[in-house]
């Protein structure tokens, strides 16, 4: 029995489908006034990302996306927004720089004409790079096995970048102490311990 | 696979002007942060399009430590946000001008 619908014409509207998800969350994260419109918009564009991935047989990416960008850096920034209580109006009746929203509007018309024109040809120049081959694999044993043996002094370091962000963020974010005096408001938190 | 390498790189060029435009005209700081997020998130399209393209892993190899690196950058970042905001209660980055000659 055929199937009904082709599986290239399957791959055509998937990924027709995904890229309208993403471009509407793209255009909804910079129109939306409200930041957490902004927030959730940005959701809606990591999922067709991700869907992407999947379609492009990246599934350990598409999973790792959907559960760092949507699980843990969308919420992160849920939690400031609320935090902070930010989740007001953005005032745009008052433009300090004149005309520097269509200047912005045009130069990214202009970058975005540059970069179809210039790469509209060769996309690619075929060289082949040093990290192995994408084969016929699952896609996580062949990241993993490229990722532990030639990529594995990266993934050590990024170890240690992770540990400085929690440091950083630790530091940053904790209140000055109280107990030091009456003007640590205007202290630099940073250098407040 | 019908739909050519080019359609997704195509895609991933606009997605990073978005992301640049809405970098240029937003003032609250966590929308520009959400915007530089964008612009990655289209770096990340157009590494594992060439890693499909090319039958290479190394694309996926860096998509990995983009999305590392970006874990990062918004703990940090909010951070700095978070310390900002809790001296000046606003949300624009128009009122950061101390530096302004």
């Not at chain 2, 997020?37 to 290479?56: C, I, K, P, S, Y």
């Not at chain 2, 694309?59 to 970006?70: C, I, N, S």
């Amino acid at each position: 029995m055929a199937p009904v619908l082709a599986a290239t014409t399957v791959d055509a509207l998937v990924f027709v489908a995904a890229a309208a998800i993403v471009l509407a969350g793209a255009a909804g994260v910079i129109f939306s006034r409200n930041p957490v419109h902004s927030a959730l918009m940005l959701v809606m564009t990591l999922f067709g990302i991700a869907v992407l991935f999947v379609e492009q047989q990246a599934n350990f990416l598409a999973a790792v996306q959907v559960i760092v960008y949507a699980g843990a850096i969308v919420v992160l920034f849920l939690f400031v927004i609320m935090l902070l209580g930010v989740d007001r109006s953005e005032v745009v009746e008052r433009e300090p720089l004149r005309g520097q929203r269509p200047a912005a509007f045009a130069l990214g018309v202009i970058a975005l004409a540059e970069i179809l024109l210039l790469a509209r040809t060769h996309w690619t120049t075929g060289a082949k790079g040093v990290a192995g081959a994408r084969g016929t694999d699952p896609d996580v044993e062949v990241l993993a096995r490229s990722l532990f043996t030639r990529y594995v002094l990266g993934f050590e370091i990024t170890s240690l970048l992770l540990v400085i962000a929690i440091v950083g963020a630790v530091v940053l974010a904790r209140r000055p102490d109280r107990t030091l005096g009456a003007d640590e408001d205007d202290s630099d938190p940073v250098h407040a311990s | 696979m019908s739909v050519s390498p080019a359609w997704y790189l195509t895609l991933g060029a606009i997605l990073f002007t978005m992301g640049a435009i809405g970098l240029l005209i937003r003032r609250n700081v966590l929308v520009m942060f959400m915007c530089i997020e964008l612009m990655l998130n289209a770096v990340n399209l157009t590494f594992v399009t060439f890693a499909r393209d090319l039958g290479d892993i190394g694309g996926q190899v860096a998509v990995f430590f983009v999305l590392v690196v970006a874990a990062a950058e918004v703990v940090v970042g909010l951070g700095i946000i978070v310390s900002i905001f809790r001296r000046r209660e606003s949300a624009t980055a128009d009122d950061l001008h101390l530096m302004k000659g």
